[in-house]
């Protein structure tokens, strides 16, 4: 079993021990991961969802954590989306980097609930492991650099810890340096 360095207070297990913790599309998508076992989840108050609520009441530092979020554009009337994952001390570079690798004139967050619609997953715990096939997955350089994340898990009641090579390793994962501010 994986020691979580990063859990603070969370009591952590293997994710795919406690699948009912996670969204389906999520635990789906975990069981086709290479190493699910080194996935780690843990309950968490949904209230207590929100990055820096979550990292105040459970100890875990904000540098630890990564943000996934939605972007879409459109281009020749037909609308791009991607997942893209920063450090949750950082920012996505929506309207450069990401606008430049979705080919899309203007490109801006998914509204919520198309993002949730699309995802299968709760707003506040989107998380690119088990996202909709064709989408992209743009990882920061410095999100693919760690060696402990704690990141959403498809649902507001819990969090996922996982490494940040493993992220990397996702299904259409592109590591890209300066994707985040």
């Not at 450069?96 to 949730?116: C, H, N, Q, T």
């Not at 810890?161 to 493993?166: E, V």
């Amino acid at each position: 079993m994986t020691t979580w360095n990063i859990a603070g207070s969370l009591t952590v297990v293997p994710a795919p021990t406690r699948t009912e913790l996670l969204a389906e599309p999520v635990a789906k998508a975990l069981a086709a991961l290479a190493a699910p076992d080194e996935v780690g989840v843990a309950e968490i108050d949904p209230g207590l969802a929100d990055t820096a609520e979550f990292c105040a009441a459970y100890g875990s530092p904000l540098s630890a954590s990564a943000n996934c979020v939605i972007v879409s554009g459109k281009r020749a009337g037909e609308v791009r989306f991607a997942a893209a994952l920063v450090l949750a001390t950082t920012r996505a570079d929506v309207n450069g980097v990401i606008k430049r690798r979705l080919d899309v004139r203007k490109a801006s967050f998914a509204p919520m609930d198309e993002a949730v619609a699309l995802t299968g997953m709760e707003y506040g715990g989107i998380t690119p492991v088990g996202l909709p096939g064709p989408w992209p997955i743009l990882v920061d350089q410095a999100v693919a650099d760690q060696p402990e994340l704690v990141i959403g898990s498809g649902i507001r009641g819990s969090k996922l810890l996982i490494s940040g090579a493993a992220l990397a390793g996702l299904p259409n994962a592109e590591v890209i340096e300066g994707l985040a501010r």
